[in-house]
Structure formats: structure tokens, C-alpha cells
């Protein structure tokens, strides 16, 4: 079994086999075929707890206290202070997405290419499945116990190189603290989502491009690159909408002091502090539009990437 | 190819110091309650507090009650989609896939409007049924981890043939379901439920938004509240996010873990 996030239909082989129409049974009568009713549970829930949900705040977002049409609460989500909310939001995940992915790919393809022992690959993939889920409050404690200001790295780095970084300008409750500690759970989601594509370059491309000729450099600029980087990208679009929707890891380290959307909205499902419940759906509708645009991209690019990684 | 070979150690030895130095800082920060001497004193705190219990036992009732609707809603629908509607899947597939996209706290904002107590459909009307409604959204969350599981398990078995077999000694759905197909995914099952157990029991936001009294609450609040307990709580809930991926390798066979979003 893959890592869901690469791909969420494994075994695509098996997709275009479609099953012969089944004997009659008792399902079918009188012309009619009644098999539907048996997905009925499936799709009353998706109803309830996925759609008419999401719906209703995505309707919310479009109307006023009345219940009118109207485009205000778009409008108002262009007030400073919720701008600020989301571009920090948008910040925190793309640096923590690009991070995570440029040492998730680097660590990833050491382990797998790199030549090492087959035992570092497992140790890697075992260990990615554990530090991805690990996340949210936890998380947020233990990086508060290494790099606050008496943590355990941050007190290393005072006593033995007599350097402290927090006269150095670092905070943990920043916009770097937020990136770095979100990068702990990026790096190995992104080891996982791309250790099947860095399997799919095979040696041989490898061997046969040496014996044309080319260099390590030419390898990588005609031949890995331009297969992996769709997969790349996406992956990166995937951390990014897994960053950005965050709240647990934000609001423990940070509590209110980093304003990051998420932690806006919470505030605003807990006290309406921007006394305008509406404001508040149209701010969720911002949400959703965002994290469903880097899905949308990411689909996309692993459909170009499935023609090579087989 | 010997200097490649030595790049690819310093990147694992820099991936391993990034991953264990804020696990060991945590650990040490643990032992320091007492002022000059490490001790465990921390924990004994922790471990005597009866929220700890209480909110543990409250996450794991939950997760358990997750587990078992999860495996009720999603094997019989992968079974059927498989068995008669397979031009269903990609509709399926892409519902099964909208936890991964809408962010949860959105979700629960929704719930939170649509099942409020002067609404058709009053889950948050009650203790009951508050309950109810933060374990279908648990549901929700691990929905996409529970139907990629169980979905690859039932591509690895011949559903038609086994189903038929049934059929023709005179089975009924529920003695095929529950005496046939189930028993041919469990290995799938299980690393699902391991998997909706690791995200279920430390989850904060949903539970915060819902007011229930659950294990990620908690952590907060001691986490806004006190110095070294919460680094005893993040071991804690560090050994027990290992324990449910070290069952998921077992039975999932040496398959690498699988992802979750509860972040």
C-alpha cells in the first residue's frame, strides 16, 4: 500500500477492467435495477457531514444577514487585517512546502539512489510514516522544549558556541519558528509521497546516459528533471493546502500572536470577533477556494507524471 | 561515485539530527521539573492528574467508535462500488478525497452552523449527541485513509468470485459481508484503523470547536498553563502515534505507513 497522497487510485491496471453486468438476481425488478440503494448510506453521509456543509458556508459567503445576494463580504475580506491573515498563511505554507520538499526530495532520493544500504531506505520510510503524524499540539511542544528560549538546542548552541539566537533575532513564535516547526512534519510527507517516483527513474536510464555521453549535470537537466518535476511540483502544491489548513500545531505554539487565517477563523467560530458571521463564511470560502486550487493543480500534474512512473 | 555516496550520508545524518534533536530536547525538558536533577517527576504529575485518564479514555472511546462506523460506512460501499457500480468509483473517489481538500476546521464550522440546537437536526443540542457528531466528524477526517485502504484491499481479492461462491451456498449480504469479504480485507481494516486511531486520539481542533472534553484539548490547555508537563505529554503522545504506525507496519505486512492530515 502507497502512501495515499501519491496516488489516490493505486492499482490503476485494474480501472479499465470493468466488471461484466451482473446475473440476474433479486436486485432487479421488474426492469428496474435497485443496486443504487446499496451506496445510499455512503452518499447520506457525504451529504451531511461533506457537502451541505460546505455548501451552506460557501452560500453564507454570498449573502447578508438577511439572507440577500451580495458581494460585501468579498469585499470586506480586503480589510488589512485579514489580508495580513491569509498573506501569512500563504507564507508559512509555501516556505514550509517548498522546504519540506526540497529536503524531502534530497533526503528521499540519498536513501533510495544514493548507493546506501538497503536498511537506511526502510529505517526512512518507517520513520517518515511516524514524524508525518506527528503533528498538531505535540508538535508545538516540542519544539517550544528545543528552540524557546530555554530549550534544549537553543541553550546548546549558547554554551558551546557561546551564540545565542535569539539575541540574533530568531523567535519561535514567527513566521520562521511557524515554518521551521511545520518542516517537521512536511519532510516526511514529502519522503513518502516521492519515494515511488524516485523508484520509477531507473538505473538503466542512468548507465544508458553515461554511455552517450552525458555528465551527472546532463542526467539531471534532460532526463530525471523533466520526469520528476511534475510530481515534484505537485507534491509541493499537496504540502502546501496540508500546511495551510493547520490549526492545532499554529495555535498551541503561537496562540493568538501569530495571526495566520486558520487561527482567525477559530477565533471567529468561537466569539464572532469580526462581528459579521457572514465575513466569517466568505473568510472559509477563501479557504476552501485556495486548498482547492493546489489539489485541483496537484491532480493535474500527476496525471502527466503517471505516463513515465510506472 | 564515491563522493555521491558521501552527499547521501551527510543529507541522512542532517535528516536525522532535524528529526531527533527536537525529541531529545523534549525529553530533557520533561526530566526538569525538579530544579537540579533530572527526574520523572513530570510524568508522576501528569500520570495523577484524573483529566489525563479521563480525557484519554474520552479520545480512545471515540477513536474506537470512529473505527467501527468508518468500517460499517466504507467496506460495504467499496464492496458494492467493486461488485455492481464501478462507473460510481471516480464520482466515490473524489467524495472520499474532499476531507483531504477542505480543511477540517471548515468542516466543523459547517457542522457547528447547519447543527446547531434550533436546527432540523440538533447534534450540538446535547452532551449525547455532541458526542455523536465529533465521531461522524472523526469519520469524516479518516475517510480518506479508510476507503484507500479497504479499496486496495478489495482490488487484491476476486470480490465476484468470492461473492458468487457465497451466493451459490445460499448466503445472505450480511453473512457475505461480515463472514466473507470482511474477513478477506482485515489486514486493509486494520491498517486503517490504526491509522484513524493515531489521528483521532491527539485531534484538537474539532474537539476544541465542539467543547468535548477529548485528550487534544487537554494537551492545550495544559500546554498554555504549565512549564514541563506538556513536554511529558508530548512523549507521551509521541510513543503512542509509534505504537499505532509500529502496529500499522506489523499488520499491514512491512507496507510504509500511510499519511495523515490531523495537523
Same mark, same amino acid.
Given at each position: 500500500m502507497r502512501p495515499l497522497a501519491v496516488q489516490?487510485?493505486?492499482? &490503476?491496471?485494474?480501472?479499465? &477492467?470493468a466488471i461484466p453486468p451482473p446475473p440476474?438476481?433479486?436486485?432487479?425488478?421488474s426492469g428496474v435495477s435497485w443496486a443504487w440503494v446499496g451506496i445510499v448510506p455512503f452518499f447520506v453521509f457525504a451529504l451531511m457531514f461533506l457537502i451541505v456543509p460546505t455548501s451552506f458556508l460557501v452560500v453564507g459567503g454570498f449573502q447578508d444577514s438577511q439572507g440577500h445576494f451580495t458581494l460585501r463580504n468579498l469585499q470586506d475580506l480586503l480589510q488589512p487585517t485579514i489580508v495580513s491573515s491569509y498573506l501569512i498563511s500563504i507564507k508559512v505554507s509555501a516556505a514550509s512546502a517548498i522546504g519540506g520538499a526540497l529536503v524531502g526530495f534530497a533526503l528521499a532520493y540519498a536513501a533510495?539512489?544514493?548507493?546506501?544500504?538497503?536498511w537506511v531506505r526502510s529505517t526512512l520510510m518507517t520513520f517518515s510514516g511516524v514524524a508525518s503524524n506527528f503533528a498538531g499540539v505535540p508538535l508545538a511542544f516540542a519544539f517550544l522544549a528545543t528552540l524557546?528560549?530555554?530549550?534544549l538546542a537553543t541553550a546548546l548552541l549558547v554554551n558551546v !558556541?557561546? !551564540?545565542?539566537i535569539y539575541n540574533a533575532g !530568531?523567535?519561535? &513564535?514567527?513566521f520562521w519558528g511557524l515554518t521551521i516547526t511545520y518542516m517537521y512534519f512536511q519532510i516526511p510527507l514529502m519522503v513518502l509521497i516521492m519515494a515511488p517516483a524516485i523508484d520509477g527513474i531507473k538505473r538503466e536510464w542512468r548507465e544508458a546516459s553515461a554511455n552517450l555521453g552525458a555528465n551527472t549535470l546532463e542526467f539531471w537537466r534532460y532526463i530525471a528533471l523533466p520526469i520528476l518535476w511534475p510530481p515534484m511540483l505537485g507534491s509541493t502544491l499537496l504540502l502546501f493546502a496540508n500546511a495551510f489548513g493547520a490549526v492545532a500545531t499554529a495555535y498551541a505554539l503561537t496562540g493568538s500572536s501569530l495571526n495566520i487565517v486558520t487561527i482567525v477563523l477559530f477565533a471567529q467560530i468561537r466569539g464572532d470577533v469580526l462581528h459579521n458571521p457572514n465575513l466569517g463564511y466568505a473568510l472559509a470560502l477563501g479557504m476552501i477556494l485556495i486548498t482547492g486550487l493546489s489539489n485541483a493543480a496537484y491532480i493535474w500534474l500527476r496525471g502527466r507524471s503517471e505516463r513515465w512512473l510506472r | 561515485m564515491k563522493r555521491g555516496r558521501l552527499v547521501s550520508w551527510l543529507l541522512i545524518v542532517f535528516g536525522v539530527l532535524y528529526f531527533s534533536v527536537p525529541l531529545l530536547g523534549t525529553f530533557e525538558f520533561s526530566l526538569r521539573?525538579?530544579? /537540579?536533577v533530572y527526574s520523572l517527576a513530570a510524568y508522576r504529575i501528569v500520570l495523577a492528574d484524573p483529566r489525563f485518564g479521563a480525557t484519554v479514555a474520552y479520545s480512545t472511546a471515540l477513536a474506537v467508535a470512529t473505527i467501527v462506523v468508518g468500517v460499517l460506512l466504507v467496506v460495504p460501499t467499496a464492496y458494492w462500488i467493486q461488485l455492481r *457500480?464501478?462507473?460510481l468509483r471516480p464520482v466515490v473517489e473524489f467524495i472520499t478525497l474532499l476531507p483531504l481538500v477542505i480543511p477540517a476546521i471548515v468542516l466543523v464550522f459547517g457542522y457547528l452552523r447547519i447543527y446547531?440546537?434550533?436546527?432540523? *437536526?440538533?447534534?450540538? /443540542?446535547?452532551e449525547r449527541t455532541t458526542d455523536l457528531l465529533l465521531m461522524f466528524s472523526y469519520v469524516t477526517l479518516a475517510l480518506p485513509y479508510m476507503y484507500r485502504a479497504v479499496d486496495t484491499g478489495l482490488r487484491a481479492i476476486d470480490v465476484r468470485t468470492l461473492t458468487e461462491a457465497a451466493q451459490s451456498l445460499g448466503a445472505g449480504w450480511s453473512t457475505i459481508l461480515l463472514g466473507v469479504i470482511l474477513p478477506n480485507v482485515r489486514v486493509a481494516v486494520l491498517s486503517g484503523a490504526f491509522l484513524t486511531f493515531a489521528i483521532v486520539i491527539g485531534e484538537f481542533t474539532m474537539a476544541s470547536l465542539l467543547d468535548r472534553p477529548a485528550f487534544g484539548p487537554y494537551l492545550q490547555n495544559i500546554g498554555a498553563n504549565r512549564a514541563y508537563e506538556p513536554a511529558a505529554l508530548s512523549i507521551i503522545s509521541f510513543a503512542i502515534t509509534w505504537a499505532c504506525m509500529g502496529l500499522l507496519q506489523v499488520f499491514g505486512r512491512g507496507t510504509p505507513a500511510q499519511v495523515a492530515g490531523a495537523h
Open positions: 489516490p487510485s493505486p492499482g &490503476l491496471p485494474g480501472e479499465g &477492467l440476474a438476481t433479486s436486485l432487479w425488478v533510495i539512489a544514493g548507493g546506501l544500504p538497503t524557546g528560549r530555554t530549550g !558556541f557561546g !551564540f545565542n !530568531f523567535n519561535l &513564535l514567527s | 521539573l525538579l530544579r /537540579g *457500480l464501478p462507473w446547531n440546537s434550533s436546527s432540523v *437536526l440538533p447534534f450540538t /443540542g446535547s
